[in-house]
């Protein structure tokens, strides 16, 4: 593999299809602090590539050919991939939205969107945020089962920025509080739930909060 900066994002794109796989490829190689270190096909291969090249990020297809990428997902993780993944599909319903999230998927980006926007997406997501197409997110909240302890009406104004893909600095200005405040609800909803990451803590609104949400 190329040797390149620190700072670079290592980046495998998993799509059956070929053309939009090297359109993609082309476009993030347009980028200097993107670097595509394999395109495959199939999660065999890209599975292959995981375990011998850095992958900071996956651009993962939901539907590939034969199989949806849901098992994959799961079997990445557990395997030890650390990166972050984000979904890049024609679409999902709320269910399977729910389900990407809690296997541990960071995004999810509709192809149909402008590939500045999927830019953006893949540095919010690599920079620790959520980033969700809100009509998805507003069905994977609705469909989310578990009821949990409810946060304040703080924390709840908070958790719902969150969501949206929002910096603690962004949500201060949207509640007229301090940044500070918000860094305090944030840790006690990690306290609260268990969790440390962003990532983590909208999975548990997903699956604890869907009725004060």
Do not use: W
């Not at 670097?35 to 495959?40: L, M």
């Not at 719902?160 to 893909?165: A, K, Q, R, S």
């Amino acid at each position: 593999m190329i040797d390149s900066p620190q700072n670079t994002t290592h980046i495998l794109i998993v799509d059956d299809h070929g053309l939009f796989r090297e359109s993609l490829a082309r476009v993030l190689a347009t980028e200097p602090d993107f670097q595509v270190v394999a395109h495959c096909a199939t999660t065999d291969e890209a599975a292959a590539v995981l375990k011998d090249h850095r992958v900071d990020l996956l651009l993962l297809d939901f539907d590939l050919g034969d199989r949806d990428c849901t098992k994959f997902v799961g079997s990445a993780v557990e395997g030890g991939f650390t990166g972050k993944i984000l979904l890049v599909t024609a679409g999902v319903n709320a269910n399977q939205a729910a389900e990407l999230v809690r296997l541990g998927v960071a995004g999810i980006f509709l192809k149909h969107d402008l590939p500045a926007l999927l830019t953006q997406a893949i540095r919010d997501v690599v920079g620790g945020k959520v980033y969700l197409d809100q009509e998805l997110l507003r069905g994977a909240v609705a469909v989310a089962a578990k009821p949990g302890l409810p946060p304040t009406e703080r924390e709840r104004q908070v958790l719902l920025h969150i969501l949206e893909g929002l910096t603690n600095k962004e949500i201060a200005d949207r509640l007229g509080v301090s940044e500070s405040s918000v860094k305090a609800s944030i840790q006690q909803l990690f306290s609260k739930t268990g969790v440390r990451t962003r990532s983590q803590l909208v999975r548990i609104a997903l699956e604890r909060y869907k009725d004060v949400l």
